[in-house]
């Protein structure tokens, strides 16, 4: 048995969903409004994705005599929302973003020098070196 969360982002998943639910954002629209807006698909094809839809909660359905309207409903995406990007957001994320923040104050780009940076000690005595004391040659 398929849960209500599991319906929702089943529901949410195609594009073609998505964007019918994006039309009902301006108002309920009849089914063959619906089919009309998306002219690549046929109205069985839209009737089919509004049952998926209705199935998730995010369509609700009112007849009036022939024509059905589809409203859109959405309670169950707020639900998701908050259930899971927002606990996300909240924690993990949160972290997330922390060391990322952290980990790009410690780099350097390659044209600004470190200011913290000791020149390099030279390996070998300048020729006009004075011997240490104690130093002798043998």
Request: one cysteine or more; glycine letters at 6%; hydrophobic letters at 40%.
């Amino acid at each position: 048995m398929e849960t209500a969360d599991n319906a929702v982002w089943r529901a949410l998943a195609n594009p073609l969903r998505r964007a019918l639910l994006d039309r009902l954002v301006e108002g309920p629209l009849t089914t063959g409004q619906l089919a009309a807006s998306v002219p690549s698909l046929s109205r069985f094809a839209v009737m089919q994705h509004l049952e998926v839809l209705t199935g998730a909660g995010l369509v609700l359905v009112r007849r009036e005599g022939r024509n059905r309207l589809n409203y859109l409903n959405a309670v169950p995406v707020q639900e998701v929302c908050e259930r899971w990007v927002s606990g996300l957001a909240g924690t993990t994320a949160r972290a997330a973003t922390a060391f990322r923040r952290h980990v790009e104050s410690q780099m350097v780009t390659p044209t600004e020098p470190k200011s913290d940076a000791q020149p390099k000690p030279e390996s070998q005595p300048k020729a006009d070196a004075q011997p240490i004391k104690g130093d002798t040659e043998s």
